[in-house]
């Protein structure tokens, strides 16, 4: 599902990863590094300023897309409206790491199993 940018003038997003997001037009400092936990008010230039100069199309396009936006950085990036207050606005928060290392948990749990490999060093091991 995409998103119009221009339907989300006025709006607020908040940052659930590290990106640059073009934030000008000018010709100095057109972008500014967004982090965990930043919000940035969508005006016309933040619009303006994120048409990309290739195929890849705006970013704000993704806002209510957590797929493409994975399929597009490797993660969700970003989220429309301010900063949840359910969330740790420190991105070391011991809860945010208990996530990851649980997300992580269960990725390596998924990717063993399913790995042919794991059957042949078994059988491997037996034979020795």
Avoid: C
């Avoid at 057109?30 to 990309?52: C, F, K, Q, R, W």
């Avoid at 797929?67 to 989220?79: D, H, L, P, S, Y």
């Amino acid at each position: 599902m995409t998103t119009t940018p221009e339907s989300l003038l006025n709006l607020q997003v908040h940052f659930l990863g590290s990106m640059n997001v073009p934030v000008s037009t000018s010709e100095w400092a057109t972008a500014a590094a967004m982090n965990y936990g930043d919000v940035l008010d969508i005006t016309d230039e933040v619009i303006e300023a994120g048409y990309p100069r290739d195929r890849r199309g705006h970013w704000l396009e993704l806002a209510a897309d957590p797929n493409g936006q994975i399929e597009r950085w490797g993660e969700k990036k970003f989220a429309v409206g301010p900063f949840p207050d359910y969330l740790p606005k420190d991105p070391y928060h011991a809860a945010l790491s208990d996530l990851a290392s649980t997300k992580y948990r269960i990725e390596s749990t998924v990717l063993n199993s399913a790995s042919p490999r794991r059957g042949s060093f078994s059988a491997t091991q037996g034979a020795a």
